[in-house]
C-alpha cells in the first residue's frame, strides 16, 4: 500500500449507504422476525392490524378472513381479507412495498400500527425466504373496478417494483386482500396465531374474524357488538413530549416564520402568552425567524418547553373500549363465573395522553392451582411476548392480591382461577423495541396500571370473599352431619337408648330454621376484617 | 361432692341429652363456668371457691360443636373404664378419644390438652373428680416417714422403703391410714432437698413426714397432705425456693387454684404455713452472695401475687413482697448448702421449726 496515501481513502472504497430495507434483512429480529413460527405470527399481525385501523377510519364494522393454507413442511400461504375502504391505486405499490411508508407516523393519533414499517416488513420477509412477490386485490368502491398487483421490494432502494399490475373481478364492493407466502411454522398455544386471533376478538368487541387454520379448521369470532369504538382524533404534540430530532425536523419543515408561531402552530396547549413564556424562558425573541434557529437555540428552545408550566394535552385523541364493551369482548371468549371492567381517566407521560383499562374474569373453566394469566393490549393490539420485561406485568406483580382472594409470594405473579386484561391506549405508546412486544416502565403508567387493577381487584375481592363464606357454610353444615353419628353412638352407650332414635332426632333438628340459621351465619365480623385489610392494601397509594 | 355415683351420674347425662333431643331441643349440657372472672376468694374459709356463674354447651353451635363431641366421648370413655373396673392414665384417655372422623379428615382430638380439658369439665359436669371417673395422672412425688398404710391390700410402711421412699399415686382416695406417728410434715419444691433430708435420716431425727413433688405440686399430694393435715391434724410446712414461683406453690397449697377451684374443698389446706426459704433467712444465714437477679416477668409476677385477694392485707406477706423487690433478687433453697452439706438437717430446719419461725 502506498504509505502516501491515508488510509481512510481505502476505507472509503467500502463505506456506502445501507438502505433500510438492507439494514432488515440483517436484523429481522428487530422486528420479531427472529424465527420462522413468530414469522407466521408477525405477517399475519401486521395485516390484520392494518386492516383494522382502516376499517375503523372509515368507519365500518370490521369483517376479517385469515386463511393459512400449508404448501410444504416449512412452506406456507397466509391470505388476510378485509372489508374496509380499499386503497387508491397510487398508493398500493408504496404502502406494500416501501419501508417506513405511511400515514401515522408524522400524526400522533390512537392507531394499531404507527411506524409504518410493519406490512412491508412482512412482504420483505416474504421476498426473502421464498422469492415470491406478495400479491394485492383492493377496491375502493362499486364504481371502480378491483386492482390486482403482484409487488416485490428493491432492497437497494427501498423502493416498489411492480411484477405484475392487473384490473380483476371481484365479489367484494370494497376492501383489500393481501396474499404472502413465507417460510414458518404453525404452532399452537400461548404465543400462535389462534391466541393472537383470539385475543384481538377479545379486545375489539366489534370485529367478526373468520378464520382457518392449515388443519383446515374453521373459527368464526362473532361479534359482540355493533358499536363502532369512537373515532380517535389526531393531535399536534404536546411540548413535554418532543426530543431534539423532532424539534428540529418540525423546525425544517414549518410554514410558520417566526418562532411564536411556530410554537403555537405546531404544539397542542401552546397559546401566544404560552409562547412568549418559552421564548422568554429560552432568551430567544419571539419574532427570530424558524429558520434561524441553530441546534444550539434549539436545545435551550427545547429545555424551556419542557420546564415551562403547560396545560396537559387534550384527551379526545384517545379512543377506549369502555367497560361495557371490554366486559362483553371477556364473557364472549372466556368462560367464567364473575366478570369486572375499569376505564380509568385519560393520564399523561411525557405529554403524551393515554388511558388504562382493565378486565378480570375469575373461575370457571379457568385453572385454579396455575398462574393467573395476564393478557396485555396496546391500541387494542395482543402483546403475546416479553411479558417479563413488560411494565404492565410489574404493576400487576407488585400489587398485593391476597386481599382479593388470591394467593400470591410478594413480587410474583398470583396464584388463582383469574385473567386480566389490560389495555393501554394511546397517541404514542412506549415499546421498549420495534417488534412491539413490551411496554415501558414508566411511572405514570404503572401507576395508572395499579390503580385499575386495585379497583377490579376490589369487586372481585367481594366476590371471591361470598364465595369462600359460601363453602365454609357447607362445610358447617358437613360437620355436624360427620359429628351426628359419633355423638349419637355415646349418648345411647351413656344412656341405654336405640342409636338408630338419636340420630334421628338429630337429623330432624338439622333442618330446623333456627338451627340452620347457626350454620348459614351472617358473617358481619369477616366483613369488617376484609375491609381492613384492602385499606392496608391501598394506603400509600391511593390518588 | 357429688350424689349417686359416678357411673348413674354418666347415665344421667346421658339420659338428660336424650331427651332434649327427644323434645327437639339444642342438646344442651350446663356446668360452673371455670374462669378467673368466676372464682371467688371465700374469705371464711380462706380458700377458692367458684362462683355461681355457669356456661351452657350446646350441640348444634358452630363454635361449641367440637367441644360438645369431645365431651360426650370421654364421658362415654369414663363409663367404659368404670364398667370394666379398670384405670386410665389422662395419655391413656388421649389415645383412647384420638380417631378421624369418618369421611374427613377431622380428629376428635388433636392435643392432649383437648382431652385433658374435656376431662375437667367432665369433673364439673358429674361433680366426680377425675381419680373417681377412673381417669388418673402420672406418680410425680415421694414421701417418707414413720407412717403405716393400706393401698390396694398391701400394708406399706413409709419409713421402710430405701432411698426412693412411697411413691405417691394420682388417686389416694382408697388409702387407709393405719399408723402415723409423725408430727409434722414438711413439703418441698424440690426432689434434690427431699434426697438430701432423707439421706440425713432427717424425718426419723425429728419424727416427722417428708413430702415432695416435682415443681407444681400434684392433685395426689394436695389431697394426700389435706387428708393428713385434716385427719390427723397435723401442721404442714412448705419449703420452697425465695422466689415469686415458689411463693406460687405455697399460695397453690394453701388456698387452691383457679382451674381446680371446683376441688378447693378436697385439696386446700388453709392451716399450711410458709417455713421458707424467706428474705430474713437470706440476712440471716448471709445467703446474698448466691443472689440471682429478678427478671422482668418475675417482678411483674409479684405484683401479681401481691395483689391476690388473700395476700393483699397480709402486712407480713406484703412486707415479704417489698423486701424481695428491694433485694432485686432471688434465692434457691440449695444456697444453704454453701453453709455445708448438711446444713439444711442440721441446723437450718430445726432452728426455723423450733422458733417457729413461719409466715402464715
Same mark, same amino acid.
Request: proline share 4%.
Given at each position: 500500500?502506498?504509505?502516501?496515501?491515508?488510509?481512510?481513502?481505502?476505507?472509503?472504497?467500502?463505506?456506502?449507504?445501507?438502505?433500510?430495507?438492507?439494514?432488515?434483512?440483517?436484523?429481522?429480529?428487530?422486528?420479531?422476525?427472529?424465527?420462522?413460527?413468530?414469522?407466521?405470527?408477525?405477517?399475519?399481525?401486521?395485516?390484520?392490524?392494518?386492516?383494522?385501523?382502516?376499517?375503523?377510519?372509515?368507519r365500518?364494522?370490521?369483517?376479517?378472513?385469515?386463511?393459512?393454507?400449508?404448501?410444504?413442511?416449512?412452506?406456507?400461504?397466509?391470505?388476510?381479507?378485509?372489508?374496509?375502504p380499499?386503497?387508491?391505486?397510487?398508493?398500493?405499490?408504496?404502502?406494500?412495498?416501501?419501508?417506513?411508508?405511511?400515514?401515522?407516523?408524522?400524526?400522533?393519533?390512537?392507531?394499531?400500527?404507527?411506524?409504518?414499517?410493519?406490512?412491508?416488513?412482512?412482504?420483505?420477509?416474504?421476498?426473502?425466504?421464498?422469492?415470491?412477490?406478495?400479491?394485492?386485490?383492493?377496491?375502493?368502491?362499486?364504481?371502480?373496478?378491483?386492482?390486482?398487483?403482484?409487488?416485490?421490494?428493491?432492497?437497494?432502494?427501498?423502493?416498489?417494483?411492480?411484477?405484475?399490475?392487473?384490473?380483476?373481478?371481484?365479489?367484494?364492493?370494497?376492501g383489500?386482500?393481501?396474499?404472502?407466502?413465507l417460510?414458518?411454522?404453525?404452532?399452537?398455544?400461548?404465543?400462535?396465531?389462534?391466541?393472537?386471533?383470539?385475543?384481538?376478538?377479545?379486545?375489539?368487541?366489534?370485529?367478526?374474524?373468520?378464520?382457518?387454520?392449515?388443519?383446515?379448521?374453521?373459527?368464526?369470532?362473532?361479534?359482540?357488538?355493533?358499536?363502532?369504538?369512537?373515532?380517535?382524533?389526531?393531535?399536534?404534540?404536546?411540548?413535554?413530549?418532543?426530543?431534539?430530532?423532532?424539534?428540529?425536523?418540525?423546525?425544517?419543515?414549518?410554514?410558520?416564520?417566526?418562532?411564536?408561531?411556530?410554537?403555537?402552530?405546531?404544539?397542542?396547549?401552546?397559546?401566544?402568552?404560552?409562547?412568549?413564556?418559552?421564548?422568554?424562558n429560552?432568551?430567544?425573541?419571539?419574532? %427570530?425567524? $424558524?429558520?434561524?434557529? #441553530?441546534?444550539?437555540?434549539?436545545?435551550? =428552545?427545547?429545555? @424551556?418547553?419542557? &420546564?415551562?408550566? +403547560?396545560?396537559?394535552?387534550?384527551?379526545?385523541?384517545?379512543?377506549?373500549?369502555?367497560?361495557?364493551?371490554?366486559?362483553?369482548?371477556?364473557?364472549?371468549?372466556?368462560?367464567?363465573?364473575?366478570?369486572?371492567?375499569?376505564?380509568?381517566?385519560?393520564?399523561?407521560?411525557r405529554?403524551?395522553?393515554?388511558?388504562?383499562?382493565?378486565?378480570?374474569?375469575?373461575?370457571?373453566?379457568?385453572?385454579?392451582?396455575?398462574?393467573?394469566?395476564?393478557?396485555?393490549?396496546?391500541?387494542?393490539?395482543?402483546?403475546?411476548?416479553?411479558?417479563?420485561?413488560?411494565?404492565? %406485568?410489574? $404493576?400487576?406483580?407488585? #400489587?398485593?392480591?391476597?386481599p382479593?382472594? =388470591?394467593?400470591? @409470594?410478594?413480587? &410474583?405473579?398470583? +396464584?388463582?382461577?383469574?385473567?386480566?386484561?389490560?389495555?393501554?391506549?394511546?397517541v404514542?405508546?412506549?415499546?421498549?423495541?420495534?417488534?412491539?412486544?413490551a411496554?415501558?416502565h414508566?411511572?405514570?403508567?404503572?401507576?395508572d396500571?395499579?390503580?385499575?387493577?386495585?379497583?377490579?381487584?376490589?369487586?372481585?375481592?367481594?366476590?371471591?370473599?361470598?364465595?369462600?363464606?359460601?363453602?365454609?357454610?357447607?362445610?358447617?353444615?358437613?360437620?355436624?352431619?360427620?359429628?351426628?353419628?359419633?355423638?349419637?353412638?355415646?349418648?345411647?352407650?351413656?344412656?341405654?337408648?336405640?342409636?338408630?332414635?338419636?340420630?334421628?332426632?338429630l337429623?330432624?333438628?338439622?333442618?330446623?330454621?333456627?338451627?340452620k340459621?347457626?350454620?348459614?351465619?351472617?358473617?358481619?365480623?369477616?366483613?369488617?376484617?376484609?375491609?381492613?385489610?384492602?385499606?392496608?392494601?391501598?394506603?400509600?397509594?391511593?390518588? | 361432692?357429688?350424689?349417686?355415683?359416678?357411673?348413674k351420674?354418666?347415665?344421667?347425662?346421658?339420659?338428660?341429652?336424650?331427651?332434649d333431643?327427644?323434645?327437639?331441643?339444642?342438646?344442651?349440657?350446663?356446668?360452673?363456668?371455670?374462669?378467673?372472672?368466676?372464682v371467688?376468694?371465700?374469705?371464711?374459709?380462706r380458700?377458692?371457691?367458684?362462683?355461681?356463674?355457669?356456661?351452657?354447651?350446646?350441640?348444634f353451635?358452630?363454635?361449641?360443636?367440637?367441644?360438645?363431641?369431645?365431651?360426650?366421648?370421654?364421658?362415654?370413655?369414663?363409663?367404659?373404664?368404670?364398667?370394666v373396673?379398670?384405670?386410665?392414665?389422662?395419655?391413656?384417655?388421649?389415645?383412647?378419644?384420638?380417631?378421624?372422623?369418618?369421611?374427613?379428615?377431622?380428629?376428635?382430638?388433636?392435643?392432649?390438652?383437648?382431652?385433658?380439658?374435656?376431662?375437667?369439665?367432665?369433673?364439673?359436669?358429674?361433680?366426680?373428680?377425675?381419680?373417681?371417673?377412673?381417669?388418673?395422672?402420672?406418680?410425680?412425688?415421694?414421701v417418707?416417714?414413720?407412717?403405716?398404710?393400706?393401698?390396694?391390700?398391701?400394708?406399706?410402711?413409709?419409713?421402710?422403703?430405701?432411698?426412693?421412699?412411697?411413691?405417691?399415686?394420682?388417686?389416694?382416695?382408697?388409702?387407709?391410714?393405719?399408723?402415723?406417728?409423725?408430727?409434722y410434715?414438711?413439703?418441698?419444691e424440690?426432689?434434690?432437698?427431699?434426697?438430701?433430708l432423707?439421706e440425713?435420716?432427717?424425718?426419723?431425727?425429728?419424727?416427722?413426714i417428708?413430702?415432695?413433688?416435682?415443681?407444681?405440686?400434684?392433685?395426689?399430694?394436695?389431697?394426700?397432705?389435706?387428708?393428713?393435715?385434716?385427719?390427723?391434724k397435723?401442721?404442714?410446712?412448705?419449703?420452697?425456693?425465695?422466689?415469686?414461683?415458689?411463693?406460687?406453690?405455697?399460695?397453690?397449697?394453701?388456698?387452691?387454684?383457679?382451674?381446680?377451684?371446683?376441688?378447693?374443698?378436697?385439696?386446700?389446706?388453709?392451716?399450711?404455713?410458709?417455713?421458707?426459704?424467706?428474705?430474713?433467712?437470706?440476712?440471716?444465714?448471709?445467703?446474698?452472695?448466691?443472689?440471682?437477679?429478678?427478671?422482668?416477668?418475675?417482678?411483674?409476677?409479684?405484683?401479681?401475687?401481691a395483689?391476690?385477694?388473700?395476700?393483699?392485707?397480709?402486712?407480713?406477706?406484703?412486707?415479704?413482697?417489698?423486701?424481695?423487690?428491694?433485694?432485686?433478687?432471688?434465692?434457691?433453697?440449695?444456697?444453704?448448702?454453701?453453709?455445708?452439706?448438711?446444713?439444711?438437717?442440721?441446723?437450718?430446719?430445726?432452728?426455723?421449726?423450733?422458733?417457729?419461725?413461719?409466715?402464715?
Amino acid at each position: 500500500m502506498d504509505s502516501e496515501t491515508p488510509i481512510a481513502y481505502e476505507l472509503a472504497k467500502k463505506q456506502k449507504e445501507i438502505s433500510v430495507a438492507e439494514f432488515f434483512t440483517k436484523n429481522r429480529h428487530l422486528l420479531g422476525f427472529d424465527n420462522k413460527r413468530k414469522a407466521l405470527l408477525m405477517a399475519i399481525k401486521e395485516a390484520v392490524d392494518n386492516s383494522l385501523d382502516a376499517c375503523e377510519e372509515a368507519r365500518i364494522l370490521p369483517e376479517i378472513y385469515v386463511e393459512i393454507i400449508q404448501l410444504s413442511e416449512s412452506r406456507y400461504k397466509v391470505s388476510i381479507e378485509d372489508n374496509g375502504p380499499g386503497i387508491v391505486k397510487k398508493q398500493i405499490p408504496n404502502i406494500f412495498a416501501k419501508l417506513l411508508y405511511g400515514s401515522k407516523f408524522h400524526n400522533l393519533r390512537q392507531a394499531r400500527g404507527q411506524q409504518g414499517i410493519g406490512i412491508s416488513a412482512a412482504v420483505l420477509y416474504s421476498q426473502l425466504t421464498t422469492g415470491r412477490p406478495a400479491k394485492i386485490t383492493s377496491r375502493v368502491s362499486p364504481k371502480e373496478p378491483a386492482l390486482y398487483y403482484e409487488l416485490n421490494i428493491d432492497t437497494q432502494n427501498n423502493k416498489p417494483i411492480i411484477a405484475k399490475e392487473e384490473i380483476i373481478e371481484w365479489k367484494k364492493n370494497n376492501g383489500t386482500k393481501i396474499e404472502l407466502d413465507l417460510e414458518a411454522e404453525y404452532i399452537k398455544g400461548k404465543q400462535s396465531v389462534d391466541e393472537y386471533l383470539k385475543q384481538t376478538a377479545v379486545i375489539n368487541p366489534h370485529i367478526t374474524i373468520v378464520y382457518t387454520n392449515p388443519k383446515a379448521e374453521q373459527v368464526i369470532y362473532a361479534a359482540a357488538t355493533d358499536k363502532l369504538p369512537s373515532e380517535a382524533k389526531s393531535i399536534k404534540p404536546h411540548p413535554y413530549g418532543v426530543e431534539l430530532g423532532m424539534l428540529m425536523n418540525l423546525l425544517k419543515w414549518t410554514e410558520s416564520r417566526t418562532i411564536q408561531s411556530f410554537l403555537t402552530s405546531e404544539f397542542s396547549r401552546v397559546g401566544s402568552g404560552t409562547a412568549k413564556e418559552i421564548c422568554n424562558n429560552a432568551s430567544i425573541l419571539p419574532n %427570530t425567524k $424558524s429558520n434561524d434557529i #441553530t441546534r444550539e437555540l434549539a436545545e435551550k =428552545l427545547l429545555a @424551556s418547553m419542557q &420546564s415551562t408550566k +403547560i396545560i396537559a394535552p387534550p384527551t379526545d385523541c384517545l379512543s377506549p373500549i369502555g367497560e361495557e364493551s371490554l366486559e362483553k369482548g371477556l364473557r364472549k371468549e372466556i368462560r367464567s363465573e364473575f366478570y369486572c371492567t375499569k376505564s380509568r381517566p385519560p393520564s399523561v407521560y411525557r405529554g403524551n395522553p393515554f388511558l388504562i383499562e382493565v378486565g378480570v374474569a375469575y373461575g370457571g373453566d379457568i385453572p385454579k392451582e396455575e398462574k393467573i394469566t395476564l393478557l396485555r393490549f396496546a391500541n387494542r393490539v395482543p402483546l403475546l411476548y416479553q411479558e417479563g420485561a413488560c411494565g404492565i %406485568t410489574n $404493576s400487576l406483580t407488585e #400489587t398485593n392480591w391476597k386481599p382479593y382472594g =388470591l394467593q400470591q @409470594s410478594s413480587g &410474583s405473579m398470583p +396464584i388463582g382461577p383469574v385473567v386480566v386484561i389490560v389495555h393501554m391506549a394511546s397517541v404514542w405508546v412506549p415499546f421498549t423495541s420495534e417488534s412491539k412486544e413490551a411496554i415501558a416502565h414508566y411511572p405514570e403508567i404503572m401507576k395508572d396500571v395499579k390503580l385499575a387493577i386495585q379497583d377490579c381487584g376490589r369487586q372481585l375481592g367481594i366476590y371471591v370473599n361470598k364465595k369462600t363464606r359460601i363453602s365454609q357454610q357447607l362445610e358447617r353444615a358437613n360437620m355436624f352431619e360427620k359429628y351426628i353419628p359419633e355423638i349419637a353412638d355415646s349418648l345411647a352407650f351413656l344412656s341405654g337408648d336405640k342409636k338408630e332414635k338419636i340420630v334421628d332426632g338429630l337429623n330432624k333438628m338439622l333442618v330446623k330454621p333456627e338451627i340452620k340459621k347457626e350454620i348459614v351465619q351472617e358473617d358481619a365480623e369477616d366483613d369488617k376484617i376484609y375491609r381492613m385489610e384492602f385499606k392496608k392494601n391501598e394506603e400509600g397509594e391511593s390518588e | 361432692m357429688a350424689s349417686g355415683t359416678p357411673d348413674k351420674k354418666l347415665e344421667e347425662l346421658g339420659k338428660s341429652i336424650v331427651k332434649d333431643i327427644e323434645k327437639g331441643k339444642n342438646p344442651t349440657i350446663e356446668f360452673s363456668l371455670r374462669t378467673l372472672s368466676n372464682v371467688v376468694f371465700d374469705k371464711k374459709s380462706r380458700t377458692l371457691t367458684l362462683g355461681e356463674k355457669s356456661q351452657k354447651r350446646t350441640f348444634f353451635n358452630v363454635g361449641h360443636a367440637k367441644k360438645f363431641l369431645q365431651t360426650i366421648e370421654i364421658a362415654k370413655i369414663s363409663k367404659t373404664l368404670l364398667e370394666v373396673k379398670k384405670h386410665a392414665s389422662l395419655r391413656d384417655v388421649f389415645y383412647m378419644a384420638k380417631r378421624t372422623l369418618p369421611g374427613s379428615n377431622t380428629n376428635i382430638v388433636d392435643e392432649q390438652v383437648e382431652s385433658d380439658n374435656a376431662i375437667e369439665d367432665l369433673e364439673l359436669i358429674t361433680q366426680f373428680t377425675r381419680e373417681r371417673l377412673n381417669i388418673n395422672a402420672n406418680k410425680m412425688g415421694s414421701v417418707a416417714g414413720d407412717v403405716v398404710i393400706e393401698d390396694s391390700g398391701d400394708t406399706i410402711n413409709w419409713g421402710k422403703l430405701g432411698s426412693g421412699g412411697w411413691s405417691i399415686p394420682s388417686n389416694v382416695e382408697e388409702i387407709k391410714f393405719k399408723s402415723v406417728k409423725a408430727k409434722y410434715i414438711i413439703y418441698m419444691e424440690k426432689q434434690a432437698v427431699w434426697e438430701r433430708l432423707h439421706e440425713d435420716k432427717f424425718w426419723e431425727k425429728q419424727n416427722c413426714i417428708i413430702v415432695t413433688s416435682q415443681g407444681q405440686t400434684t392433685r395426689g399430694i394436695r389431697r394426700l397432705l389435706q387428708r393428713l393435715s385434716s385427719e390427723f391434724k397435723l401442721p404442714i410446712y412448705v419449703l420452697a425456693d425465695c422466689d415469686p414461683y415458689g411463693y406460687y406453690i405455697y399460695s397453690v397449697l394453701k388456698f387452691g387454684s383457679i382451674s381446680l377451684a371446683h376441688m378447693t374443698e378436697e385439696l386446700a389446706i388453709p392451716d399450711a404455713k410458709f417455713l421458707g426459704v424467706t428474705t430474713k433467712d437470706i440476712e440471716e444465714y448471709g445467703l446474698q452472695k448466691h443472689f440471682i437477679k429478678l427478671k422482668d416477668v418475675d417482678i411483674s409476677r409479684i405484683k401479681q401475687i401481691a395483689d391476690y385477694d388473700w395476700f393483699k392485707n397480709n402486712k407480713q406477706w406484703q412486707e415479704e413482697f417489698k423486701r424481695m423487690r428491694q433485694f432485686g433478687a432471688k434465692v434457691e433453697i440449695q444456697a444453704l448448702s454453701s453453709r455445708g452439706i448438711t446444713f439444711i438437717s442440721d441446723k437450718y430446719l430445726p432452728e426455723k421449726i423450733k422458733r417457729m419461725d413461719f409466715m402464715d
